[in-house]
Antibody, heavy 119, light 111 residues
């Protein structure tokens, strides 16, 4: 069974750094794109970026490039989403997602990590 | 502003059918057979219901069906049940540069 298990909720202050994680299991971690989707309070879904753990190829949505860093450690089947300086506008639910071998649909979703940033 | 256009709401009585549209362009919905639909209950993670326009993942009831004509895709839920009340989002592959585009979501209410 494919599972994506995310790290727990975070409460941070503006300007702080943060790294959240997502551990994949039940499939070959290195052969599927895995990424992150943001959902701001009461809003829709936005993909932020994807990484192919097999070769660390990473794709960012233009609006998130330079704002976050996506990485993966294939030795522990874990992907990360990192901020160096949080803003209040980063307050959102963040979902880890596993795509197909090409990013055409998001077949599996983590449970979500709520990030709350206070100013 | 979302790339794909969905109606904000749709409703139906138990046992009836409801159809949600998802309109894109010739660069996304119209160009590829990679339309997906996701169901999201309040406070829960989205769940894939339809992929590649009309395919259902294992475990998704056959009451859920998808189709596409030109630049518009549709999700039909037949035999509505109370547990179908949720938000539904469509997405489409839009090429190797943009990857995916989403709709803003449709809230389905079971009357």
């Amino acid at each position: 069974e494919v599972q994506l298990v995310q790290s727990g909720a975070e409460v941070k202050k503006s300007g702080e750094s943060l790294k959240i994680s997502c551990k994949g299991s039940g499939y070959s971690f290195t052969t599927y794109w895995i990424g992150w989707v943001r959902q701001m309070p009461g809003k829709g879904l936005e993909w932020m970026g994807f990484i192919y753990p097999g070769d660390s190829d990473t794709r960012y949505r233009p609006s998130f490039r330079g704002q976050v860093t996506i990485s993966a450690d294939k030795s522990i089947s874990t992907t990360y989403l990192q901020w160096s300086s949080l803003k209040a506008s980063d307050t959102a639910m963040y979902y880890c997602v596993r795509a197909t071998s090409v990013v055409t649909s998001l077949h599996y979703w983590g449970q979500g990590t709520l990030v709350t940033v206070s100013s | 502003q979302s790339a794909l256009t969905q109606p904000p709401s749709a409703s139906g009585s138990p046992g009836q059918s409801v159809t949600i549209s998802c309109t894109g362009t010739s660069s996304d919905v119209g160009a590829y057979n990679y339309v997906s639909w996701y169901q999201q209950h309040p406070g829960k993670a989205p769940k894939l219901m339809i992929y590649e326009v009309s395919k259902r993942p294992s475990g998704v009831p056959d009451r859920f069906s998808g189709s596409k004509s030109g630049n518009t895709a549709s999700l039909t839920v037949s035999g509505l049940q109370a547990e179908d009340e949720a938000d539904y989002y469509c997405s489409s592959y839009a090429g190797s540069n943009i990857l995916l585009v989403f709709g803003a979501g449709t809230k389905v209410t079971v009357l």
